[in-house]
């Protein structure tokens, strides 16, 4: 059991049957409690997004439900009453914690009339681990929507020192930490280059340098794109391949012309679908690298799932991606702009994956599920 006064744990946020990393982390926190010996239930979103703040296919996933973890479908986060109902029903269960995840600013109005319900109990804390104050696409009323969810909160974790000098703008007063994202170890183990190539069908001889994740304009495809085009015509990289594995959460056309361009055009393999948790192990390990060419960023989920299988990274120097990358130890960090890129990509190769392993693995110790968990227990 819980070496402390808290037992039952309760987590407010995406989780099965919604797919995506926000689920996922969701769920590897939970299990991390419930290992510990907490009571850990996570309630999710009958109804998460309107449309038109979901461009991609769907919002549901394809996988079984994770196994031991409870998982109870109630918020609909559009429906007020839905809010009242779901806000009385977690203050009568008098969770020790509340643990609520805030990514996006529509939340606002749900999330914190759920949780102003929960602590009429008087006995519950809620802690908020915060991937965004400020969204990366702004809207009219994100600050007010902001103001609204953040009262009720009793502490928060952020996953980048970006997003802790936001919050401090908003609830200056509150105690707050910064926490690394922890390792994506909930996707499987390390499989061989050899298997994971064969699988997707990537020659062994070719250099691959990955973009994995949703595509959207802040996450700079174009620009890495563009750096490929220097590539070729400055540094002599025979077999170079970039892999780009994800869903399209914007309009295709916004990259059509340097998609077709010829200069590339052989040099990119294109898997533009939403990757499932069952196949992710297979384009981490089929990379040489990792590359994440942002325009800007508070953390990304993918600097934890290159850590975990052990891909060196090409970062750009934006919020808070370098803090995570230790430079010439881990990765490299590139300014986001195209011939930087190009450089970086250049060098990697130059100095080669063995260069970076002992230090990423030595480095990856850091990221552990119960350093959150004991960060979340003691704010």
């Known amino acids: 059991m819980p070496e402390n006064n808290f037992k039952k744990i309760i987590i407010i946020g995406p989780a099965h049957p919604l797919r995506g990393g926000l689920a996922s982390y969701d769920e590897r926190l939970a299990k991390e409690f419930i290992d510990e010996g907490f009571d850990t239930t996570i309630f999710t979103f009958s109804y998460q997004y309107p449309s038109f703040l979901f461009p991609g296919t769907t919002q549901y996933s394809s996988e079984p439900a994770p196994e031991n973890i409870p998982i109870k479908v109630k918020i609909n986060s559009i429906n007020p009453f839905n809010w009242i109902a779901v806000g009385n029903e977690l203050k009568k269960l008098k969770p020790d914690i509340i643990v609520v995840r805030y990514w996006l600013p529509f939340m606002a109005p749900c999330l914190g009339t759920i949780l102003r319900r929960v ?171 990792v590359v994440q060419p942002y325009r800007n960023a508070t953390q990304s989920g993918v600097t934890p799932l290159a850590y975990h299988f052990e891909k060196p990274m090409i970062v750009t120097n934006v919020g808070g991606l370098p803090s995570l990358v230790p430079y010439r130890k881990v990765g490299l960090i590139a300014e986001p702009n195209a011939e930087s890129i190009a450089e970086k990509i250049a060098e990697y190769f130059e100095l080669g994956e063995a260069y970076f392993l002992s230090h990423l693995r030595e480095e990856k110790k850091k990221y552990s599920w119960k350093i959150m968990v004991k960060a979340i227990l003691g704010i």
């Open 119 to 289: 602590k009429k109990n008087r006995h519950t804390k809620i802690v908020c681990i915060a991937d965004n104050i400020f969204p990366h696409e702004k809207r009219p009323g994100d600050k007010a929507f902001t103001k609204y969810f953040l009262t009720p909160i009793d502490g928060f974790i952020t996953m980048s020192q970006k997003v802790l000098a936001d919050l401090k703008i908003f609830a200056p007063s509150k105690p707050a930490h910064f926490v690394p994202h922890p390792l994506y170890d909930n996707f499987g183990e390390i499989i061989s280059q050899e298997e994971a190539r064969a699988k997707l069908g990537i020659n062994m001889d070719d250099k691959v340098v990955l973009f994995f994740g949703f595509i959207r304009k802040y996450k700079g495809l174009d620009i890495l794109l563009n750096a490929m085009k220097i590539i070729n015509s400055k540094f002599d990289f025979p077999h170079l391949k970039l892999l780009i594995a994800g869903e399209f959460y914007e309009d295709e056309k916004n990259y059509e012309h340097l998609l077709n361009d010829p200069d590339i055009k052989d040099n990119l393999i294109m898997h533009t679908h939403f990757i499932s948790d069952s196949e992710v192990k297979y384009y981490l390990c089929a990379a040489d690298c």
